[in-house]
Nanobody, 120 residues
Framework: QVQLVESGGGLVQPGGSLRLSCAAS????????TGWYRQAPGKQRELVAAITNVGRLNYADSVQGRFTISRDNAKNTIYLLMNSLKPEDTAVYYC??????????????WGQGTQVTVSS
């Protein structure tokens, strides 16, 4: 079983920055795809940024040029650096990790979510 623990959310003023972290632990053999999603009140969960299984970076149009997704394979940790934050970025942010366990089984796990609030 693979667990994800997120950290780094909080309250920030418009124009500020935050870095979210998502640490994966458990019987991990390899991580293939990773992504960050967010869900604002009354809205559906949406993809914010992702690293595909071939290493391609994808970003939602609304965050392109402001957010950066990255991954530390040695630490099984993914990050989301968020710059120039706007009030409309306020949401609960979730990480998602896909890969294979040590026994060769595919897995897909979600983090518990971390609140990001952008407000003056």
């Amino acid at each position: 079983q693979v667990q994800l623990v997120e950290s780094g959310g909080g309250l920030v003023q418009p124009g500020g920055s935050l870095r979210l972290s998502c640490a994966a632990s458990g019987s991990i053999f390899s991580i293939t795809a990773t992504g960050w999603y967010r869900q604002a009140p009354g809205k559906q969960r949406e993809l914010v940024a992702a690293i595909t299984n071939v290493g391609r970076l994808n970003y939602a149009d609304s965050v392109q040029g402001r957010f950066t997704i990255s991954r530390d394979n040695a630490k099984n940790t993914i990050y989301l650096l968020m710059n120039s934050l706007k009030p409309e970025d306020t949401a609960v942010y979730y990480c998602n990790v896909e890969g294979y366990t040590s026994s060769g089984r595919p897995f897909g796990s979600w983090g518990q979510g971390t609140q990001v609030t952008v407000s003056s």
